[in-house]
């Protein structure tokens, strides 16, 4: 009940296209959910995060969609460039309590 | 300001020996996580220190493994008796208080080679 299921394991997008990542989980009581974006050789470091009272989130290229019914949430990166290639972790986490993280996603965009 | 360092960045050992590896977070960051990644895998979590509170060590794989973290600032994590499958990045992060809503800082990682 307190595993966060991430797809795909990795993702091949053309420059310019929509990269979606997508993430569930099973306990109720978690309420926030944050991205991570790792690149080669770095540590993970935050790049978006949601609070269950709202649907959705963006911050530039970078979408959040929450799910409540569902218990889903999912990253859309829109026009996506070559920079946007690392590997992605979405993770959930309930107050006094640590992360519960997904088991990544490699997204490549080809140029 | 500084981030999160780790050193060393690299380390090469034999298998069965003991290695320490350090961790400096982010001044006044009262929490700090290690986490093991092996190559092109997720996050492992190994262990947990917040302030005084008793470290959360239910992600520590066997009792080869130990970490402390002193004066509530620097962590070291040691491993005693390397075995192969220890190679991997070994990271740690730190934030600012209690695990749940605070962004993790992450350092880039000692990558450890057991041969």
């Known amino acids: 009940q307190q595993q966060v299921k991430q797809s795909p394991q990795s993702l091949i997008v053309q420059k310019g296209g929509i990269s979606i990542i997508n993430c569930a989980y099973e306990n109720t009581a978690f309420d926030y959910f944050p991205w991570y974006q790792q690149f080669p050789g770095k540590g993970p470091a935050l790049l978006i995060a949601i609070r269950p009272d709202v649907s959705e989130k963006k911050e530039g290229r970078f979408t959040i969609s929450f799910n409540k019914s569902a218990k889903q949430f999912s990253l859309h990166i829109m026009d996506s460039q070559p920079g946007d290639s690392a590997t992605y972790f979405c993770?959930?986490?309930?107050?006094?309590?640590?992360?519960?993280w997904g088991a990544g996603t490699k997204l490549i965009i080809k140029p | 300001g500084a981030g999160v360092s780790q050193s060393p960045s690299n380390k090469v050992t034999e298998k069965g020996k003991d290695v320490e590896l350090r961790c400096d977070p982010i001044?006044?960051?009262?929490?700090l996580y290690w986490y093991r990644q092996s190559l092109g895998q997720g996050l492992e979590f190994l262990i947990y220190f917040q302030g005084n509170s008793a470290p959360d060590k239910s992600g520590l794989p066997s009792d080869r493994f130990s970490a402390e973290r002193t004066g509530g600032s620097v962590s070291t994590l040691t491993i005693q008796r390397t075995q192969q499958e220890d190679s991997a990045v070994y990271l740690c992060?730190?934030?600012?208080?209690?695990?749940?809503?605070?962004?993790?800082?992450f350092g880039p990682g000692t990558r450890l080679t057991v041969l």
């Open positions: 992060a730190s934030s600012l208080g209690l695990a749940g809503y605070n962004e993790q800082f």
């Open positions: 993770a959930a986490s309930k107050s006094n309590y640590q992360l519960i």
């Open positions: 001044s006044g960051h009262t929490a």
